[in-house]
T-cell receptor
Framework: KAGVTQTPRYLIKTRGQQVTLSCSPI?????VSWYQQTPGQGLQFLFE???????NKGNFPGRFSGRQFSNSRSEMNVSTLELGDSALYLC?????FGSGKDEQFFGPGTRLTVL | GQSLEQPSEVTAVEGAIVQINCTYQ??????LSWYQQHDGGAPTFLSY????GLEETGRFSSFLSRSDSYGYLLLQELQMKDSASYFC??????????FGTGTRLQVFP
């Protein structure tokens, strides 16, 4: 069974631009969660999608948004990029909604650098 | 709110035993998970404890005390490949998985 895939793996943008990251979950998984990882901050929960609906959201500004498609693939978008958005963005898939009670399967992440 | 505390770094030698502690503050607690992440890699699931006690999976064991809001990950017979970051994470009735800041384990020969 193929794992979670994320594209692109690396991205360099400049301040003010916007970016879209993509995540394909494991086949059969309907929940996709997104996390931001920065040194010293661990993994910060961004949001979780299940059956094309955002079911949960972390404490991030509205510049961070996402969506999920009928095939469970998910995208996250960051608009008006700031230097502080430089991070590794990880997505994770699981069978059921409610991240934590189910094992989360993580993708390799997208390394975003904002210049 | 929710918060977790774990040591930032732990060092040990091959063959030794190391314990990584995690204390948490959260309401509506469901369980405590542990994830391993090698440098440049994705986090991978190690264990999940919802009930008090010790759960063993090979060389790794995880413990939870709900009354003390405390858990730990025990790694035995350490190998060089165990050098990685280890994250505890709590799940609760917020349905969010909240991670600690991670403990970097360095195993020396």
């Amino acid at each position: 069974k193929a794992g979670v895939t994320q594209t692109p793996r690396y991205l360099i943008k400049t301040r003010g631009q916007q970016v879209t990251l993509s995540c394909s979950p494991i086949s059969g998984h309907r929940s996709v969660s997104w996390y931001q990882q920065t040194p010293g901050q661990g993994l910060q929960f961004l949001f979780e999608y299940f059956s094309e609906t955002q079911r949960n959201k972390g404490n991030f500004p509205g510049r961070f948004s996402g969506r999920q498609f009928s095939n469970s693939r998910s995208e996250m978008n960051v608009s008006t990029l700031e230097l502080g958005d430089s991070a590794l963005y990880l997505c994770a898939s699981s069978l059921a909604f409610g991240s934590g009670k189910d094992e989360q399967f993580f993708g390799p992440g997208t390394r975003l650098t904002v210049l | 709110g929710q918060s977790l505390e774990q040591p930032s770094e732990v060092t040990a030698v091959e063959g030794a035993i190391v314990q990584i502690n995690c204390t948490y503050q959260t309401s509506g607690f469901y369980g405590l998970s542990w994830y391993q992440q090698h440098d440049g890699g994705a986090p991978t699931f190690l264990s999940y404890n919802a009930l008090d006690g010790l759960e063993e999976t090979g060389r790794f064991s995880s413990f939870l005390s709900r009354s003390d809001s405390y858990g730990y990950l025990l790694l035995q017979e350490l190998q060089m490949k165990d050098s990685a970051s280890y994250f505890c994470a709590v799940s609760s009735n917020t349905d969010k998985l909240i991670f600690g800041t991670g403990t970097r384990l360095q195993v020396f020969p």
